[in-house]
């Protein structure tokens, strides 16, 4: 069994089969997922579990190089953005945009979060 890391298993061999530049979102559960990507859903109630939560556990076992965040959640859910940036060096596209770059999603990971604007794309880098 594994010890350390993510153990969700199909989060785990998700992650394990990404390469340089491959798009991963972390999404609330509103966010439109497109037909055709992979998506891990793991909300159980509204709420849970938080957007915050299950990104910090990702970026533990996750390089990533870039993070994309929808510029609106500034005014609508300062508290989210706050917290994503503590923790990622995030750059602001409009809403729009990240629903187009999701579709180029290698993984979508389904939160439980239902605040405003709580979805990021992270571009994946390298460990070396």
């Given at each position: ?72 959640i500034t005014e609508e859910n ?11 060096n995030a750059a602001y596209i ?29 571009r994946s880098g390298v460990i070396?």
């Open positions: 069994m594994k010890k350390h890391g993510m153990i969700n298993r199909d989060i785990a061999a998700a992650l394990a089969a990404f390469g340089h530049t491959d798009l991963l979102v972390i999404a609330d559960c509103g966010l439109p997922i497109p037909k055709g990507i992979q998506c891990i859903d793991l909300s159980y109630r509204i709420g849970e579990p938080s957007f915050l939560t299950v990104l910090q556990a990702v970026l533990e076992d996750f390089q990533a190089e870039a993070g994309f965040i929808a510029r609106e300062p508290e989210v953005e706050s917290g994503i940036l503590e923790q990622v409009t809403h729009d945009e990240l629903k187009k770059m999701s579709k180029e999603a290698k993984l979508i990971i389904r939160t439980g979060e239902a605040t405003p604007y709580a979805n990021i794309v992270l070396f």
